[in-house]
């Protein structure tokens, strides 16, 4: 009996050391998608221990009609695949404000949002790092800006890890 208790133990600290991997301290890149118009987004990674990291994305838009930025957090977990491949999971939030001008008609506004964020990435063995996520935003007093309130986005980012 005490060797299946002590094989049982030795089992759950392997799955755990398994998955137990180093997140870097530092990313900082690009991040393209789709994201409501806003298209690229300048984001970084700030790694808080070895399965947890803060993104912060920040995405702005400037066109004909259109001038938005809006500033997104998210706090993610990490779970090593295998050979430089990870998996995440998050969810955070954010504000965002955007004017729309066209032929004397303007109107402005601010919008606050709650996001979840899901993804894969590898890291390179120079500090480099490409990702693919999906990070699904739900709007709130948005109204005037998206009529659903709810924002898919799927992005895929490169960023430089120290």
Do not use: C, H
Not at 69 to 95: C, E, H, R, S, T
Not at 114 to 119: C, E, F, K
Request: glycine share 12%; no cysteine; proline share 2%.
């Amino acid at each position: 009996m005490k060797k299946i208790i002590l094989s049982a133990f030795m089992l759950i600290g392997l799955a755990f050391s398994a998955q137990a991997q180093d997140i870097s301290k530092n990313a900082l890149g690009l991040r393209l998608g789709d994201n409501d118009g806003f298209g690229g987004e300048i984001s970084y990674q700030r790694g808080l221990s070895k399965n947890n990291r803060l993104e912060l994305d920040l995405g702005w838009r400037n066109s004909q009609n259109v001038d938005a930025f809006k500033l997104v957090g998210l706090y993610q977990w990490v779970w090593n695949i295998d050979g430089g491949f990870n998996w995440y999971a998050g969810v955070g939030g954010g504000i965002g404000s955007w004017n729309y001008k066209d032929n004397g008609f303007d109107e402005n506004g601010t919008i606050l949002l709650a996001a979840g964020d899901i993804g894969i990435e590898y890291n390179f063995d120079i500090p480099l790092q490409l990702s693919l996520d999906f990070r699904p935003e739900i709007y709130f007093n948005s109204d005037d800006y998206r009529e659903d309130s709810f924002g898919p986005d799927i992005a895929l980012s490169i960023r430089y890890r120290w």
